[in-house]
């Protein structure tokens, strides 16, 4: 099998497609996925605001997709509207296995301007064609993939025609989505509607795929996906007091029962991949057709919302899939404008576990056809820049955390507030460890804990393989995979491989004006809830913890990486874009955030 060394690269505004080969030393250093796809995009003029055509949207697959037993990915690399940094967000489903059998030798597609009317992209055969598409603006994502009978279709639906800050790219008619940060909105700003792949999902490495695939089915991740997939975390978030509830308010919902796992089983219709070792998620029919919610849903929709209904949550999730909005943040907009509600900071009468209410906001959102709707679209930090209220929701870079409360795990509060695309529970998990064992860390083991799983994240997604084979690939990172795809790196080289990439999107994101003060706790979590009053975390105690982090990583106390560590990591031959590393100074400040429009 050839190794995919080339980038397919299109301009929406001139119409040219071609075809370029990616540097020899960018695939020695970053291999494919998140690490590539975080190269190009440092490639791009700093201060580029995330709408401008000039922003660079990336489509990226590993070396390993299509291959490796479980979920298959792809990549949506760019940088966010709704937060201004990096953004890298991954999608399942028939997509990605469909685009990596239509690119041919090509490792992504780098897309860059906007068309002067809504396209598609077609790709089969190594080649793209860019195609009118009027008729299919203005209709859904479901609609949209179900005018592609023949081909895998990553497409945007309305909230990515009408700007949402947190549009999603959808797949298999919104069962899968490139979700967190807003990528659906970069598309959506170069009426770029659709993504269509026509090749067939590559086939090889049977004998490997047999053997991990057995290793999968028996691993610790493995066994729980079999029986719950994610749905399950709702249950062990509740179980553990570490469950967002009603807007962040409390850490456990009496309500569980009735959204959790067993619930789901009883409403599910079937599984996705039912013929696997390990099936995907959990099929479920509403009156609009049917959905596969994830876990994410029963908690920023459910829980998080106070609908302790699973099949109102669910219809709730399957409105945001085909809108193609992302569920968590949806969520957590409609809980801060309940909360601005009670507080009187907006005039509106809202109230939560009232799924009509929910509904009627996230729809609103989609459309931007009200005040309210049109403040939420641009994320929660914007709507209480706007009418107050940012010790409501919390969020970390503009982003809204997500499906862990830390004030029950402190080791999770540090992996949010240093995700490099801001609060987002998938760099690191320390709470499904802290959560139910006393683990007796030190800060520097804490801080230890985050930036190893953060670096081993980063290679998983580079090569780019499911999440939940993390466990069973630990033993090498991959390097026998990479092997039998060509590729000669030890286990030791992958693990600075992780590093290295980490490190990059670091140095983009310090580039775009983030900094020590973007590595915040968030002010909400310093308060108690309504259980636990005194239950908040330690600011002081937190920058502590910080400290420790930035120096278990080499950085200085600003978070800039020193020259020392770059030359260590061979990444200190970047363009001249005023690359900010550390000067010895420990004078940090705020530095000035690039727009986001």
């Not at 996906?225 to 509740?238: G, P």
């Not at 553990?240 to 009883?266: K, N, Y």
């Not at 099929?283 to 920023?300: L, M, N, Y």
């Not at 982090?549 to 970047?574: F, K, V």
Request: with cysteine; net charge negative.
């Amino acid at each position: 099998m050839p190794i995919a060394d080339r980038m397919l690269r299109v301009d929406l505004s001139t119409g040219r497609v071609e075809s370029e080969r990616i540097p020899e030393a960018w695939l020695e250093r970053y291999i494919g996925g998140k690490g590539i796809g975080a190269r190009y995009l440092y490639e791009m003029a700093h201060g580029i605001p995330p709408k401008s055509p000039e922003n660079v949207l990336l489509f990226m697959l590993g070396p390993l997709t299509g291959y490796t037993p479980g979920e298959q990915r792809y990549a949506a690399i760019t940088k966010s509207p709704l937060t201004g940094a990096f953004l890298d967000s991954y999608s399942g489903g028939s997509f990605p296995g469909r685009l990596a059998g239509s690119l041919g030798t090509h490792l992504g597609i780098h897309v860059t301007g906007a068309a002067e009317e809504p396209v598609v992209l077609s790709i089969d055969d190594g080649e793209a064609t860019i195609e009118p598409a009027a008729e299919l603006w203005g209709i859904d994502a479901e609609t949209t993939c179900e005018r592609f009978p023949d081909a895998a279709v990553a497409c945007i639906g309305p909230a990515g025609e009408h700007g949402v800050q947190y549009a999603t790219i959808a797949s298999d008619s919104g069962d899968h989505h490139a979700g967190r940060g807003g990528a659906g909105t970069v598309m959506g700003s170069k009426n770029l509607k659709a993504v269509v792949a026509y090749g067939s999902s590559p086939d090889g490495f049977a004998d490997l795929r047999e053997r991990y695939g057995e290793r999968f089915a028996e691993s610790g991740a493995g066994r729980w996906l079999t029986a719950s997939d994610t749905l399950e975390t709702v249950d062990f978030a509740d179980e553990a007091g570490v469950l967002p509830t009603r807007g962040w308010q409390e850490r456990s919902f009496e309500g569980t029962d009735g959204i959790g796992i067993e619930s789901a089983r009883e409403t599910a219709s079937g599984r996705e991949r039912e013929d696997d070792p390990v099936p995907g998620g959990f099929r479920v029919e509403d009156d609009a057709g049917e959905s596969v919610p994830r876990g994410a849903t029963p908690i920023a929709l459910g829980a998080g919302l106070g609908i302790d209904d699973f099949d109102a949550v669910a219809a709730l999730g399957a409105v945001c899939d085909r809108l193609a909005m992302d569920v968590i943040t949806a969520g957590n907009a409609v809980a801060w404008a309940v909360r601005a509600s009670d507080r009187g900071l907006i005039d509106r009468d809202l109230s939560f576990g009232d799924e009509a209410v929910a509904r009627g906001l996230i729809e609103e959102i989609a459309s931007r056809s009200t005040p309210l709707g049109d403040a939420l679209a641009d994320g929660v930090s914007r709507a209480a820049e706007r009418f107050g209220g940012d010790d409501l929701i919390p969020t970390v870079k503009g982003m809204e955390l997500s499906s862990y409360d830390p004030r029950g795990a402190e080791t999770m509060a540090l992996a949010y507030a240093t995700s490099d695309r801001g609060g987002c529970h998938r760099r690191a998990r320390p709470v499904e460890i802290e959560a139910i064992t006393d683990t007796g860390w030190s800060p520097e083991r804490q801080a230890a804990v985050v930036a190893d799983e953060q670096d081993r994240r980063a290679i998983l997604w580079s090569l780019i393989a499911d999440d939940f084979l993390e466990e069973v690939l630990r033993g090498d990172a991959g390097a026998e995979w990479l092997a039998a795809a060509g590729y000669e790196l030890s286990s030791e080289q992958l693990a600075e491989t992780g590093e290295r990439i980490w490190t990059l999107v670091r140095l983009f994101n310090l580039r775009e004006g983030f900094g020590r003060d973007d590595d915040e706790l968030p002010a909400t979590l310093a308060a108690g809830t309504d259980g636990d009053p005194e239950g908040g975390l330690d600011p002081a105690a937190f920058q502590t913890l910080l400290n420790h982090y930035y120096e278990y990583r080499g950085w200085d106390r600003c978070g800039r990486p020193t020259t020392a560590l770059l030359g260590r990591l061979d990444i200190e031959s970047l363009p001249d874009r005023e690359t900010p590393v550390a000067d010895g100074t420990d004078t940090c400040g705020s530095q000035e955030t690039q727009t986001h429009d």
